[in-house]
């Protein structure tokens, strides 16, 4: 043990002596080493500052380098370092007093220059000094030399040395996708809309001409407007897109607010995060815009923003509408701050002043102030009565610091001069609507001067050819760096993104299901009734609306649940038949962006419009309503007065029939009862008032019904399809008390007084059903336009075949079947061959067969025919076998093209014939029932064109031409010019009765069943005095002339245009029933088509990207087949 102890003392005392030894060595080594380090250090530092010292500068001359927008001052020098160097001058006025100090920017000494952002005019610049900087510490300055003398003199320079820009894009209205139109008749196609990467090309290529760093894009208003793509996706789309603007800021529109639907979650549920994300960046500005949070109010916006052009700065005031639209989300906006055109004004005029402080030369105000052109001259409109006036007396308000002001129009564009309030010159500009922007140009000197500033407004992009959009530059040119000489990658990015979001976000957005339909609930629109769909849209919206007030003069708002809903019968489309509303069928069932508006009632005003007798209508029906309401009527009976005597003639035009369309019996109302909590009702007498929200385009077009509301305004209207779209989610299960076949038997909010149990009259609209209960033994005939078959779309075949099949023809006859050419009879049979074809495999059968016409072509086709168009056309009828098959006429052959003799024409000045010439066939039942009956199908002359000077009357002015031919106020010719009908279709319907003649004559007249089927190009409601001589002559119209048979499918998806497809019928025993227009727009839903055909019609085009719908109409047929259903007979024997 004592050994150890010895042991561990013993290393101790070593370890001392060794540390104590040692330290002293280790501190001695590092002094050492830091005199080294100082010595060195000193050496380095006199070295370096040697050599600034030895540095001689020959200052030459200034110049403006125009690729970096700043001016350089050049020198020489008897060194080359690497040498960071910044020259000070100071700056004198011609007096010598000194006006300021300015530095350079930091150089190299190697490149024997230095940089300034900007210099002044007219003034002196003496050298002060050069300071060098360390190279290895670019902060620290080691020298600085100030025993130099060098100075130069700036001028008066009014060369342009450069032109800095600002794009303003405004009145964009969501059109973030082009639109190409097929032109048929000339075998191309034009461009109606030009969409945003059009428009980004027309940004890269003022970028590329000007410099990047000279050009600035800001946002204005109206970009987030209805169109079919963004009203269903609203802000979210269109507001994803725009960003490939990179837009520098933004400014609030009121308009756009209400957008930004689907936007609105918890995370924006603050109004300022929820502009954020509508206009996705940070750059909003707006002087006006506040939330109003107890007696303290919370700025959503910037005032402005600078934009810095290397040395010159821009400013950007922004100011929102005072005529703000609450819309969609006005649980957001109902806390705006509310402020006057003054304090608006006031507010601008500071904040300019503001800018003008921080060295601002210039200032746009961008503005959503709603403005319009007047039709006089060349400034705003100002009228009292204007809706568009607000900019006219905002002008009037600003002072002269405001040098440009964007405007807010969604359908003008204007570049105009007017004045301010010191009576200065001030341009207020608007963009042209879905295809222009603002450029607003400013040239300046090299001293950043502004020699002139130019507002231009580009209605045309340099890609979208001619002024009509004919030539335009393609899509796939656009994106191909070889073809396009403004290419830029950005191009590409654009348009992947919006290929993406169409394939996934947009598909996946429009199935959303917003309601369960697993009762198969077929719900159904009329304009004539009261309808399935109406009252179930009305029901929902009544159970859920708190209907907005706003105070004016406490600018708050107040919400009361609404007593009933009232929706107008024309503006309710399409139906569900039988399955789940999604998102997509908002836009069907409501195609026009109506809104709800509110306000209180009497009773006895309401009595006056709950019976709907407008009279641009064709009907006297009540407007759809929630059952809220219970209204008891009578209908009042015409008493039959003492009758004139009258001329044979004037008996013969009295007696015309109005092409089965009859006009119901006016109506009164006798009482109207309230529902109560426990579904009773109570009756309300006349002096008691409602609160009702009624939609916008009833009060549009009733001056009466708006005026009877009380405490209506605008501000308070809130869009339709965004409140269904809440609504209808708050719903499990869509009622068995709405399906139509039940509804008017069950439903009590519209009561006959006479009738005890009331009945329904037939309801027909765009339906592949009946609704009515349809003949045991039947057969459905039709007619379909099929748009240029040519047989050599296999997608197109295939689409055709099932649409037939889904329908359940019999027989159906096609228009516009491609010509025969040469004596391949296989060649020329595969148009319908080919839908044949494929109808036999998807029926899993061999029924049905197909009869073809020769071509039919009038005396002018061949002279008129070019390469890419000839009207020669044919016929094709496809028939199932198992059901009917055609015989021959009496001279024996099946089949008859009509001989088409030219003749005077009762509307053409010279002699004329068909074009293509109708052709008829005959037919006989198969089975125990024998019937035969004659169809006659064609396709009537193109639409006309009309004189460029008519000036067509208004709507409700149109409704009246049937009765003003019938009482002979206007003749037939006055028709032809003032409703918009070519004089040549007009003449080929007029010829019919000899058509049918001819028919009847080469059949010995065998047959009594007649029927004509066709695309007639006879226009709405023209029906009944083109079609006049062919009526007289005891053939009726199967269809009404009415909105609820257009035929056409519109340009805009999920619409249709026209009435052009009739059908007349001229029956002796058989029976007809059900007559129908099949809603093409529903080939998706009802799995006629899907994602797998889609893509092949889109590979058939692959770099012109198009919504489905629009593959519908292009790629199916621009027309939707109609049919009847004709009852058979077994005691007819003729």
Known sequence: MKKSKFKIIGFSVFGVILTSALIPFLITCSKQNDQKTKINSQKQKTNTDLEAKSVNFDLKNNVFDKDISKFVLNFNTNKESNLQVVATFDVFDKNNKLLKTIKSNKVNLVSKKFVFDNLDENVKYQLKQIDFYDPKDLNKVIYTKNDLAFNFETKIDDSVARTVELIIINGLNGFVDEQVIPDYSKRTSYLKAPGLIRILNEINKIKKERGANNVAVVMGGNNYYENNKSSLTRAQYTAAALKFLNPIATSIANTDLNWGYDLVDEKTKHFKEYIKTLYNNDGILSVSSYLKSGEQTIAMANNSKIINFNGFKLGLVGAMSNLVNFGSNINLTKDIKWFSNEQTANLINAEAKNLKNQGVQNIVLLSSFLA??????????????????????????????????????????????????????????????????????ISLNPYNRILKTETKLVDKLSTSGDEKGYNYTTHQDLLDPQKNPDFNDNLVALNNFINNYKDHEYEQLAQKILIKNDKNVELYSSTYTLSSLGGFISDILAKYYQAPFYNKQTHAFEFKQTQAVILAPNAIRSLISAKPIKLENLNQILPFNDTLVSGEISVKDLKKFLINSHRTQHYNEPYQFSDTLKVEYEEQVKTNKPKKKTTKKQKQTSDQKLDDVVLSNPKTIIKISLKNADGTYTELNDNQKITISVMDSILKYNKGFKEAILNKTYADQTNIRDLLRAYLQKETQIDEKYNQKTFFKNDQRFINKNQANPTSTPVYNHINESINNKQANHLRIGHWNVLHQTGLNDAKNYALAKTILFNKYDIIGLTEIWPAQGDNQEQNNLPVASIVKYMNQLSGSNDYDFVISDNLKGDENDKLATNNHTSTERIGIIYNKKKANPIAFADNKIGHVYSN?????????????????????????????????????????????????????????????????????????????????????????????????????????????????????????????????????????????????????????????????????????????????????????????????????????????????????????????????LGLNKDDSK
């Open 372 to 441: 319009d052109k007047s039709k006089e001259n060349n400034s705003l409109v100002s009228d009292q009565k204007s809706f568009y006036k607000e900019a006219a007396r905002m002008s009037k308000l600003l002072d002269s610091n405001i040098n440009l002001m964007t405007a807010s129009n969604p359908y003008k564009s204007f570049n105009i001069i007017t004045n301010n309030k010191d009576n200065q010159p001030l341009t207020v500009v608007q963009s042209k609507p879905t295809s222009g922007f603002v450029r607003y140009m």
């Open 901 to 1125: 003799p030219l003749e005077d024409g009762k509307y053409e000045k010279q002699q004329t014939n068909y074009s293509r010439p109708p052709y008829a066939i005959k037919f006989a039942s198969v089975g125990e029932i024998k019937n035969d009956f004659t169809l006659v199908f064609a396709h009537l002359d193109s639409p006309g064109t009309y004189p460029s000077e008519t000036k067509y009357q208004k709507k409700e002015h149109l409704l009246k031409r049937t009765e003003l031919v019938k009482e002979k106020a206007i003749s037939s010719n006055q028709m032809i010019n003032k409703y918009e009908q070519g004089s040549r279709e007009v003449d080929d319907a007029e010829r019919l009765v000899k058509v049918m003649e001819e028919i009847k004559k080469i059949d010995n007249n065998k047959d009594d069943d007649y029927f004509f089927m066709g695309d007639t190009n006879i226009r709405l409601h023209n029906q009944q005095w083109v079609f006049r001589t062919f009526i007289q002559n005891g053939y009726s119209s199967v269809f009404a002339d009415n909105d609820l048979f257009k035929s056409s499918l519109s340009g805009n998806p999920g619409e249709f245009a026209n009435s052009y497809d009739k059908i007349f019928s001229q029956v002796n025993g058989l029976t007809i029933s059900n007559p129908s227009i099949y809603d093409l727009w529903n080939a998706y839903e009802d799995q006629i088509v899907d994602q797998v055909w889609l893509k092949k019609v889109r590979a058939l085009n692959p770099h012109e990207f198009h919504d489905k719908l629009f593959y519908i109409r292009n790629d199916i047929s621009d027309h939707a087949p109609t049919y009847f259903d």
